[in-house]
RNA sequence: CGGGAAGUAGCGCAGUCCGGUAGCGUACCUGGUUUGGGACCAGGUGGUCGCAGGUUCGAAUCCUGUCUUCCCGACCA
């Protein structure tokens, strides 16, 4: 673990890499760009998972599955999804391995060569776009709300582990709609539902915006997203949900008899939020000491750690132990009985810390006589001694509390973060000085967004939704500006 | 794909300049003492030094090629 959080890349780099390995979230792999997601990172996306959907769920969407290889012809059906998506994708060209007659091991049969290549999933708009047309031909058949949880292959140039791997997981939606204006109500709910779950579950806090045209997912109309802010200053999109009008309906010619009888083209949308969730979380919460987990999604919300002498003591300390673990449990509450006797407490004390394990509890045979435990809790390290009385009330509260001060404190932090520009010289400033989102106004062209990334490597990471109309000049061009549109740097 | 750095025991590293028995820390195993913030003592297991060629009596070390990883850039959820 790096000293501090500097404002410098590669210690920052260094800082987030070793939470990650060291709190056990995930390992570099054998593959090239692709890691392994470890047992205690997965049950921490597990919890992510589970939360978000129920969230779905609840507003009316189901789960299914689609194919993992698609067509290449599907790809190039809409001309600006193909552009956006071609550099990077996975090709399967044959089906088949066979020994070398040569003997060098095995190698790709020639003869098994397929007609047409198929692409791993860089994401599924097409061969779902292509399922669509066969279950839709009725308004009566819409809205078709369905969800996927699934993995995707994107080739990038650089990964970096949970924020762009090779591989990833995710859930992607695809939804159907009569009308362009339920199209557009439902991109915005599920933007809300996922700022709901970032910001409740996760506690990051983020802002809710539309990307500009540049930034715009290949095929969109309209892309809305969530930004968050991490400690070193850059953003981190960590959530999109795509307007795509009728774009790929009109690709892959899915259409409706409406109710008065008139062929049309559907509506469509699609969202999704990744394993660079997780990657997020790690950046906004953690410390030095390791991972800081919010209580919400912990895969072990609680620790409870035996400090004994002897065998007697410890029979009457995991006595005790199992007694609070079990009514821990009954509350719904993830509770962890570490009783390993090859570790000393002090050991656990950091390895669980590392872990990012909001709660422990160290129970030792002076507190059984005195009926009372020491209570830790990650984000403050503050410790107390508490009654065994009560322990139950007071665990809950505590949890909840660690949860509310996570996000009170990422958004402090993240609020003390964007600074408004009046010039270029201040922006520039500001970017290399201080980071975080600058709220300046732009022109409103591409060419000029362009400009500025190039000055300065920063981008428009969004126009925040219910934007402060205001007029002013544009900080490269001096053009006039209608509205502040929020610049940063960014992963 | 460009620029930098690195690949030696599960993990972290030294040794490479100047070729000559494969090292250190940690982890692991055995026994013992320990246990309120990463314990200690003693003994032990574990490595074709990324891979392939070459030079040499002899290569972790020199040369050539190649692969991989990390960091920075371009690309991106």
Partial sequence: MSKEITSRATDY??????????????????????????????????????????MFKDTGHVNAYFPLLIPKSFLSKEAAHVEGFAKECAVVTHYRLKNDPDGNGIIVDPDAKLEEELIIRPTSETIIWNTYKDWIQSYRDLPLLINQWANIVRWEMRT????????????????????????????????????????????VPVIRGIKTETERFAGAEDTYCIEAMMQDGKALQAGTSHFLGQNFAKAFDVKFLSKDNQMEFVWATSWGVTTRLIGALVMVHSDD????????????QVVIIP??????????????????MAALKELGIRVKYDDNDNARPGWKYAEYELKGVPVRMALGARDLEKNVVEVARRDTKEKKVV??????????????????ELFN????????????????????????????FIAAHWDGTAETEASI????KATIRCIPLDNKQETGKCILTGKPSVQRVLFARAY
């Fill in 289 to 300: 000491q390791g991972l800081v987990l919010p209580p919400k999604i912990a895969p072990i």
């Fill in 409 to 436: 404190k990422a958004r402090s932090f993240r609020d003390d973060h964007i600074t408004p520009a009046e010039d270029w010289e201040e922006f520039e400033k500001l970017l290399d000085e201080k980071g975080g």
């Fill in 387 to 404: 009654s065994l009385d009560g322990i139950n009330d007071f665990i809950v509260t505590m949890l909840a509390s660690i949860q509310e």
């Fill in 160 to 203: 970096r582990l949970f924020l762009r791997t090779t591989e990833f997981l995710w859930q992607e939606g695809h939804t159907a709609h009569a009308t362009r204006e339920e199209a557009i109500e439902e991109a915005r709910k599920m933007l809300d539902v996922y700022s709901t779950f970032v910001e409740e579950f996760m506690a």
């Fill in 307 to 324: 400090v004994y002498k002897g065998d007697d003591q410890k029979k009457e300390i995991d006595t005790k132990a199992k007694e609070i």
């Fill in 13 to 54: 780099s260094q800082w987030y890499n070793d939470l990650v390995i060291k709190g056990s979230l995930a390992d570099y792999s054998a593959v090239k760009g692709c890691m392994v997601i470890k047992p205690y990172g997965y049950a921490l996306w597990e919890n992510m998972r589970d939360a978000l959907d129920k």
């Fill in 453 to 456: 990334k190039d000055k300065t």
